[in-house]
């Protein structure tokens, strides 16, 4: 601002006296005052002055106050905004809690579920190895068996009935092991699985509680706490490693890994008790039927021996009697000499006939005949007594071979009852699946 009359005598140019006179005074003021008449101000300056300084001041007045109100109501709005998201921080505090607490209960579940799967696995897998265990057992038993038959002699060492049971026992029996041993395996491979999987549980769980802990610290913290301080820059350090999406399928893929293992355990659990429940069922057949092999065996064995030792006997007392019939015959062609002498003797006498008198009479024809009878009738008790001879040795033969049939029938008799007393002791079912 400044004076208009100033601004009037400076504007106009200078020229001539007569021509300046811009108030339309009278040049009656000393040109030494004009320049002090000049800066003073007018009565309509000093009203135009006050005019403005108080419009300015009223403007500053109106300025100020709808400063304060505006600030009042900023500060009231950004009370709110502040009270707003301090709720809404709560609130997001809050829910995330809420799914903390599903997804540990969640967990706690699964976790429970894996660990009681688990030592059922553990159980069955220790079963397992009791039955192959059990199993070991009778297959030494059975192989004890097969080798004490080998011992066997002669037309007894036969591939009989019971070698065939006990071959395919023996084969049953690995056969069977060998299963449990497998199941066995696969249960320790399934154990290591789950335990993984229990493990990536209890680090998720480990996790969320300790991120529990931690939201609920936050969640309880208010203006007043005592523990709250400035963190500058904090907001602008990113450190997060998920959003609410993986990190709510990292939980789900953990526990659905969980309750695939635990699924692939069930179902090995079920075979394993329809494996040893099998394997119980057959071994129990088959050792029944090699027992029944066994004991028509040895029914066989006794029965033959029985019929041997009867013919051993026919044997022996036709021995006696031929050795009788033998010491007879002897008599008898000992006893035939003397009449035999006789003859002869009468005949060589009668040769000693002179001239006329050896005549071919009846007696001549009487003793010749008598001659060549017991002539003949000894021949013929010496060839019965050679064939008697000969009888003789081979029912002595036969009694040998009857003798040495009767050992090797006893023999086999005792090898399969020894194998039947050792099969006396068969595991029972409990046993062979694992109780």
């Avoid at 056969?175 to 154990?191: F, P, R």
């Avoid at 003798?403 to 079912?429: G, L």
Wanted: proline share 3%; glycine share 2%.
């Amino acid at each position: 601002w400044r004076p208009s009359l100033l601004y009037k005598v400076v504007s106009v140019p200078p020229s001539s006296d007569k021509e300046f006179n811009p108030t339309g005074r009278p040049p009656t003021v000393l040109p030494e005052l004009r320049s002090s008449l000049h800066a003073r101000y007018s009565t309509r300056d000093w009203h135009h002055a006050n005019t403005v300084q108080l419009q300015g001041s009223e403007a500053s007045r109106n300025t100020a106050g709808r400063l304060n109100a505006d600030s009042m109501r900023l500060m009231q709005d950004k009370d709110q905004l502040t009270y707003k998201m301090q709720d809404d921080s709560r609130r997001n505090l809050s829910e995330r809690l809420s799914n903390i607490d599903f997804w540990r209960s969640e967990l706690t579940y699964e976790l429970e579920c894996l660990l009681t799967e688990t030592q059922d696995l553990e159980r069955a897998k220790k079963r397992l190895e009791c039955a192959a265990g059990e199993v070991e057992g009778t297959l030494k038993i059975t192989m004890e068996c097969l080798y004490h038959r080998e011992k066997r002699k002669d037309i007894d060492l036969v591939h009989d009935d019971v070698e065939k049971s006990l071959i395919k026992e023996a084969d049953l029996f690995k056969d069977c092991q060998e299963t449990l041993i497998k199941l066995a395996q696969k249960s320790s491979l399934q154990l290591g699985i789950n335990r993984d999987a229990q493990h990536a549980l209890e680090r998720d769980l480990s996790d969320k509680n300790s991120a529990h802990c931690i939201d609920e610290m936050c969640f309880n913290l208010r203006n007043s706490s005592d523990s709250i301080n400035f963190y500058h820059g904090v907001e602008k350090a990113n450190g997060t490693v998920s959003v609410p999406t993986t990190w709510a399928k990292f939980s789900e893929d953990n526990i659905r890994c969980s309750q695939h293992a635990r699924a692939n355990s069930v179902k090995l659990r079920e075979e394993a008790e329809v494996a040893m429940e099998r394997t119980s069922e057959e071994m129990w057949n088959c050792f029944i039927s090699t027992n029944l092999a066994f004991n028509n065996r040895i029914a066989e064995v006794a029965d033959a021996k029985n019929k041997l030792q009867a013919q051993l006997a026919k044997i022996l007392q036709e021995i006696f009697q031929t050795e009788d019939t033998i010491m007879l015959l002897e008599r008898s062609i000992k006893a035939k000499e003397y009449p035999l002498k006789v003859a002869q003797t009468r005949l060589e006498g009668r040769a000693k006939r002179p001239n006329i008198e050896l005549c071919r009479d009846a007696p001549q024809f009487q003793l010749v005949t008598e001659v060549y009878t017991l002539g003949k009738t000894v021949q013929t008790l010496k060839q019965r007594l050679q064939e008697a001879h000969d009888t003789l040795q081979m029912l002595t033969l036969n009694k040998s071979k009857l003798e040495h049939d009767i050992s090797v029938k006893a023999n086999s008799f005792f090898i399969d009852k020894k194998c039947t007393d050792m099969r006396k002791v068969f595991p029972s079912t409990p046993r062979l699946i694992g109780y």
